[in-house]
């Protein structure tokens, strides 16, 4: 197969454009060093198809990139192909049905916003930029994701092509199997989704928020509060706890809280209990009660993950006694790198969310913690890397497992599904995939 045989375009290593496209697929400035020796950009779906029919054809094993906010690169691979569907990005909405149909390219951001022309709303990433293809096969940890439950359960359907080339829908009736490893295999799925069959949801009315900022030194009791307070949280509020260095150097613990109801009072009652922090009377900076936009928590989200960095994340489930996780979150607040790098804390506790389907993703827990290295130097590569990877790792005893939007599982691979699931996956991989054309996990449990 030549490249005048796609709509899109076809690089071999070592083609005018081969290197500037493996980069482009990366929104890390981090790229690793790692080769693949086709590249595809698919313009259509049928390009879809006839990548995998050519990887077929040559014995090459498949990567898939649809926005490329992979933190660790997974669909970058040496040898292979790296199949890019960022193209495939269109959307139809029916607001009649709450459905709608999204390609694996589109960004939750615009997601949203074509979505709110018709007063609809779906639980996208938290990030801009983040595409829905990588977001959904993961699970899709995203605004109001406590109400809503993880975005891969949203999934209705999905057309996808299979290591056999072949386009094929798969839902609760068809290919049945297929449509339970799409949500949650992440970036271990064996097939090319082009397209997400998705419902979606009344638009929240008013969105709000309450932000603080309290010095170092109470650490203990903040955290101590914040996991007292937790399963009295309102669903609609996602209560995280930052930790960073602020615009002096020094480090700084920020309590934020976006809240997504339907009438002001509601918002005014949620966000009343963030006033009841036992250190309230240290915090440097209160603003108890905002009203915002969707555009504001994304760009709140932007500033701390900003373009044109380089990136290293690595994160935990737990629910571990609080004061068993406070030596290790002291140790990285007092390691803490300059900003934008940080730590996060949310209070997330699925047992008060809508009930769990049966499908691949199955590990979360009531707290989620994650460390994101951020930096633009080169020389820091080795010192962030470890700064993440190191503290995680001396965490992990108290961890009950990881999600894949922040895994680092080339350098420390972790549980990311139940072991019944992983070993469910296993048997469906061998059924659909059974040559291994598509890349597994870079590491697992």
């Not at 909405?93 to 709608?100: D, E, I, K, T």
């Not at 297929?178 to 949801?201: E, I, Q, S």
């Not at 709000?208 to 914040?226: I, K, Q, R, S």
């Not at 990311?416 to 059924?431: G, K």
Request: proline share 6%.
């Amino acid at each position: 197969m030549t490249a005048d045989e796609f709509d899109g375009a076809l690089l071999r290593r070592g083609d005018a454009g081969y290197e500037d496209a493996r980069r482009a697929t990366m929104w890390n400035a981090f790229v690793p060093d790692r080769f693949p020796d086709v590249i595809v950009q698919a313009a259509t779906e049928q390009d879809a198809v006839r990548a995998v029919r050519l990887a077929r054809d040559e014995g090459l094993r498949i990567g898939v990139r649809s926005g490329g906010h992979s933190w660790a690169g997974n669909h970058v691979r040496d040898g292979g192909m790296l199949l890019d569907v960022s193209r495939l990005d269109e959307v139809t909405v029916n607001p009649a049905s709450s459905r709608a149909t999204v390609g694996p390219g589109r960004a939750g951001t615009s997601l949203l916003e074509e979505l709110a022309e018709h007063d609809l709303f779906f639980p996208g990433g938290h990030c801009v930029g983040v595409c829905v293809g990588g977001y959904l096969l993961q699970g899709g940890f995203g605004w109001n994701g406590r109400v809503h439950g993880p975005a891969c359960q949203s999934v209705e359907a999905i057309d996808v092509v299979t290591a056999e080339g072949e386009l094929v829908r798969a839902d609760a009736t068809q290919h049945a199997d297929l449509y339970w490893a799409a949500r949650g295999a992440g970036p271990g799925f064996f097939g090319v989704v082009t397209r997400f069959h998705v419902r979606v949801y009344p638009l929240p009315k008013v969105i709000a928020n309450g932000v603080y900022l309290y010095p170092l030194d109470v650490l203990e009791e903040l955290f101590t509060w914040a996991a007292e307070i937790g399963p009295r949280v309102a669903r609609t509020m996602e209560l995280m706890l930052l930790i960073h260095r602020d615009e002096a150097g020094e480090v700084e613990i920020a309590v934020t809280a976006p809240t997504l109801v339907d009438t002001d009072e509601e918002a005014d009652e949620v966000l009343a209990i963030l006033e009841s922090c036992p250190v309230r009377d240290r915090a440097r900076l209160a603003m108890p009660n905002l009203r915002v936009t969707m555009a504001d928590l994304f760009a709140g989200s932007h500033a701390i993950y900003p373009d044109e960095h380089r990136y290293v994340a690595d994160n935990m489930w737990t629910h571990a006694p609080v004061a068993d996780l406070l030596p290790g979150i002291r140790a990285i607040a007092e390691s803490m790198p300059p900003a934008p790098s940080h730590f996060l804390w949310m209070n997330w506790d699925p047992a008060g969310g809508p009930p769990r389907e049966d499908m691949a993703f199955s590990v979360e827990d009531t707290t989620y913690l994650a460390m994101y290295g951020v930096w633009e130097d080169p020389a820091l590569d080795d010192a962030r890397v470890d700064w993440a990877t190191s503290h995680m790792r001396a965490m992990s005893p108290l961890a009950s497992g990881i999600q894949l939007a922040d895994e680092n599982l080339g350098r420390r691979p972790a549980k990311f599904v139940s072991d019944a699931n992983l070993a469910r996956l296993d048997e469906i991989r061998a059924a659909y995939d059974p040559d291994g054309r598509f890349h597994p996990w870079m590491g697992r449990l």
